[in-house]
């Protein structure tokens, strides 16, 4: 077991973050072994570069600033290429770094893809998606990793249980950083009704135009009330959120981050009992229990894989490979007797 806080919660949320959340342990990702991503196993595999990492988060204000106060030679390339996107200007808000507009609409468009169930999807294009921070496959502000990038596991140790208590660690990190990115423009005097309450949108905000060139117009608008530099500005807010105490994080989160916690306190529950077993074995006889899901005669082979001889780890990694979604419904099969530990 690993407790959040040593891997999937940002150390900057000590002394502030309830240590019930914290200190939630749960079951190592064993199938989502990073450092040996299964996406790698295939230098053509269109993730082989990228990994999971075609994704470009939003990192708030005072994350941001963060980043840049850590002068720790473990983070000088994180550091260095947040300063490098600073200079560039595009991106840059006082919500924090958000995505490129053309990005964003690149990023919608892979994904709506991948929704209606096609992977034929080219290297190139999931390359232009590949993460600012990502180098070589692996994370440079990895300490300061906020919203989905903890919470991101392609595989769950404890199949949809696990997913479900990601998924609600997600949100729970995405509402604490949205708040407390926005507490912080509040108390620098940011006009509020300028400030922007939802989740920052860049397709909406149109900070840059169709060809990816900056907008100065409206960069210049929405930083026009900050007095400082973008730099220091992300620094005083990152020295603002250290000076928080846990009472006021709490009330900026309010009613619904503590429902969030409590949500993933409970779904820990099943996360830490319900372990999908390293092996397997198919017994056929009940597959109408699922039957949505034998619609799909690929299924049934990928099932009798499952010989009591692969390892569990070894037929998700081909499930991932071949583009199946199957890997998901382990649990349900294990819940429903058609795979049965050996
Ligand atoms: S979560 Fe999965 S896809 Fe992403 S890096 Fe880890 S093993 Fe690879
Ligand atoms: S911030 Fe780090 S973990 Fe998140 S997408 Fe970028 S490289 Fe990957």
């Known amino acids: 077991m690993q407790r959040l806080a040593d891997f999937a919660i940002s150390p900057v949320y000590q ?75 595009v ?5 924090g770094i958000i995505p490129p507009k053309n990005y ?20 190139e294009i999931i390359n232009q998606l590949k993460c600012p921070f990502s180098q070589k496959g692996l994370c440079t502000v990895y300490s ?14 404890s199949g949809n249980f696990g997913r479900q208590f990601w998924k609600t660690q997600n949100k729970y ?17 940011y006009p509020v009704d300028k400030l922007i309450l939802k989740r920052i949108n860049p397709i909406e905000l149109k900070l840059e135009n169709d060809k990816g060139e900056l907008n100065q117009l ?26 928080l105490d846990q009472s006021t994080f709490e009330s900026i989160i309010g009613f619904e981050g503590r429902i969030l916690q409590d949500q993933m306190i409970s779904q820990s529950v099943a996360f830490r009992n319900k372990t999908i077993p390293n092996f397997l074995k198919y017994i056929p006889g009940n597959e109408f229990k699922v039957q949505k899901l034998f619609s799909d005669a690929a299924l049934l082979d990928y099932l009798k894989g499952f010989d009591g001889k692969k390892s569990t780890n070894e037929l998700v990694r081909i499930s991932l490979m071949e583009g199946t979604k199957y890997h998901q419904n382990i649990q349900l099969m294990i819940m429903n007797n058609i795979l049965q530990e050996v």
């Not at 300061?144 to 903890?150: A, D, F, K, T, V």
């Open 15 to 89: 002394g502030k973050m309830s240590n019930d959340i914290l200190e939630i342990e749960v079951p190592k990702e064993k199938f989502a072994n990073c450092l040996d991503c299964h996406f790698c196993a295939d230098a053509n595999h269109y993730r082989s570069e990228t990994k999971c990492c075609d994704y470009h988060p939003i990192i708030p204000n005072y994350m941001v600033g963060a980043i840049l106060a850590d002068e720790t030679t473990a983070n000088a390339e994180g550091r260095k290429r947040a300063l490098e996107k600073i200079q560039n200007k």
């Open 144 to 157: 300061y990793r906020g919203e989905l990038c903890p919470s991101f596991h392609c595989t769950s140790v």
């Open 173 to 189: 990190l995405s509402h604490v950083e949205r708040l407390c990115a926005i507490y912080f423009l509040k108390k620098a005097n």
């Open 218 to 243: 409206k960069y210049d608008r929405i930083w026009k009330p900050i007095v400082e530099s973008p730099e220091s500005f992300y620094l005083s807010c990152f020295e603002m959120f250290l000076s």
């Open 91 to 95: 991106g840059i808000t006082p919500y």
């Open 104 to 123: 964003s609409h690149l990023f919608k468009k892979t994904r709506d893809h991948f929704k209606k169930g096609h992977d034929d999807i080219s290297k």
